[in-house]
């Protein structure tokens, strides 16, 4: 822009330089449509996968009206040196979600995740980090409207809190989840930033941003790694669908469109699931002990030769003797013993190996008669019918699912195999009292996928993703942990959950075992205390059950300035619906969601409730929008997910809706911590005791 053009209100020229920004964005996708790839790609393969990621490209380059295009600005106090400038000599930097270049290919807006970014979410005045000024910017309705600048040169000056932080965490919820990108806070940069090398968990209070940390982290690594991570894989676990939409548009507007997502079934769902264990069964099947039951009746049906092996090839006739070939079942058997080493040889592998080790033996002793065999001849021998009948009958074939099932129907045969493992009424716990015919017609439960996934991975290596994130992970199973570390072996992963929130009756006891399960004992683990949820009264309020659900465990601090609404309001039992559709009514007066929270059980009265009274409701992973903002959540789905106004419906039959108290009192946690602005508690029955 000319010189007499520039303006002289500050916030005019940020203007400016906002809308020049947008008209260089529309340059760089217009030239990216513009691309010929007609002469560049020889077949159509290359042209196909040329042209996806030319796809992907122009979506994220697309100008979206309600993000921002940078939300921040960094006024360093020297040109950051060779190793840190992205863009050159500049020492001012517009921080936004992409990177933005003019036409000479000089930088107007510089991605979040670049390192000279880092300062904007980390320097203080404390450690200024050479940032003489941060500016942060605030939007309405996609306007530049205001900006505020933190001056870090005073070294002695407080640390002031951040009005626009403020607005951004207190602006009402609609919608699926935010990205968070213009106010990750430092100790949420730390984790956000972590290296990819190594595994990280964290254990935060409700609200602390576990979600949003974990989703950005992987838009970090693909942005640090991207090659590597293209080529490996990534990979976000969460705990059911609705939470999967709820989280899904995160990425995205991150500019990742290619993150996979899925939930712990989803990755073992080896057979249909159509049972239900009891929790005692589903408990024993979670244990890490059925691991080494496993890897003991995969290896059973190895047996040892008892006699010769004889190969014959044209007139002649070659006998490997049985003794040797039980050597090569020992040797092959310990290799694929040493349990979860990583290198170890697995089953599978070793069944593909024992027939080139019989042939080699054959040629060795063809050398020796003065023959010249070569790798071709091994070959032929290896696929010799002598040689395969052996291997059939030494080391056979298995099928995963129906070892399962073999395991759980017969009882001799689980008791062999769990003998010193299982104790025998534990093995008549998790055996199916009516043996499954077929795989097809078995009763399968979440639990017995996972033992399937189990299985298959020692028959042959589960391929390893680069990068995984496993959210809400407090509540899997020791042999679902297993699932999960068998898929980043190579890779690294992050770790999100909260002790307090574990529903399962297997709820993970403390980090350092599920690290233990997941096969990172070492990995670091973190914690978060600061929450952006929940407000102070309604935290302190659901804090009153951590001794009785997680003893030991930091209550977390709200940062929220707001005090919210919270009340609990005790009812005459049969006014309590109709108590119910009122408190509803009067949180959908305020602006944002509203979620009504109950008891699987008293879901569906309710929804007749809702219905009379003519409020339209939806289910939880349905959108909410500026119309439709009442969402009918049942306590088991309520995990993760966030309302501005939470209604909750008799807190002591959501406890009751639990097989032991401790659960019931750790879902009642979660229903009461869903809240942003506003609680409200409706109760015929008596309080549980803990609240008191
Ligand atoms: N730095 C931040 N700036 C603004 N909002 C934030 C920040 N960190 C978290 N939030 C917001 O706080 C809310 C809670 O975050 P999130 O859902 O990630 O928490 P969580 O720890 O996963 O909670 P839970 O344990 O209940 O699942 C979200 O609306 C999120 O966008």
Known sequence: MPAQQVPNDPLARERAHLSSSRSALRAMRADVEALDIKDVTANWVNAAVLERQIEDRITALADLAHTPLFFGRLDYLHAPGADRAEGGEGERFYIGRRHVHDADGDPMVIDWRAPVSQPFYRASKKEPMDVRTRRRFGYT????????????????????????????????????????????????????????????????????????????RVAYLLYAHRERLARTGTLVIGPNRSFLHYIEQVLPALGELNVAQATVDDLVAHVEVRGEDAPAAARLKGDARMAEVLRRAVRSGVTMPDEAVVVVRGSRRWRVPAYEIEEMVRELLSNTSRYRDGRDFRYGAAREALPQRIAHAVLVRMEEAGEAPDDRVQDAVARNAAVKAAVKSLWPAVDPAKLVLRLLSDAEFLAEHADGVLTAGEQAEILWAKPARGVRSAKWSAADAVLIDEASDLVARTPSLGHVVLDEAQDLSPMQYRAVGRRCTTGSATILGDLAQGTTPWATPTWAEALTHLGKP????????????????????????????????????SVREAAGDFSVREVAAPARDEAVV???????????????????????????????????????????????????????????????YVVLDEPSEVVAGEPDERTGLRRLYVALTRAVSGLTVIHAEGLPGQLG
């Open 141 to 216: 309705g996609g306007e530049l409207t205001a900006y505020e600048d933190e001056d870090l040169t005073d070294a002695a000056g407080e640390e002031q809190a951040s009005k626009l932080l403020q607005t951004e965490i207190e602006r009402p919820r609609v919608g699926p989840m935010r990205d968070i990108v213009a106010t990750i806070q430092p100790e949420q940069d730390e984790i956000v930033r972590a290296g990819i090398g190594g595994t990280v968990c964290v254990q935060g209070a409700p609200g602390t941003g576990k979600t949003a940390v974990g989703l950005h």
């Open 582 to 644: 009122a408190a509803c009514r009067e949180a959908l007066t305020r602006e944002g969601s509203t979620g009504l929270i109950a008891a699987d059980a008293r879901v569906a009265p309710l929804a007749e409730a809702l219905r009379t009274a003519g409020l339209p409701f939806l289910a939880p992973g349905e959108e909410t929008s500026a119309d439709a903002r009442l969402t009918l959540v049942p306590a088991t789905l309520a995990k993760g997910l966030e309302y501005d």
């Open 522 to 557: 070492d990995a670091s683990v973190e914690e978060l205390t600061q929450g952006f949820r929940v407000p102070r009264e309604v935290i302190a309020y659901a804090s009153r059950l951590l001794p009785a659900i997680a003893p030991g465990l930091t209550e977390a601090t």
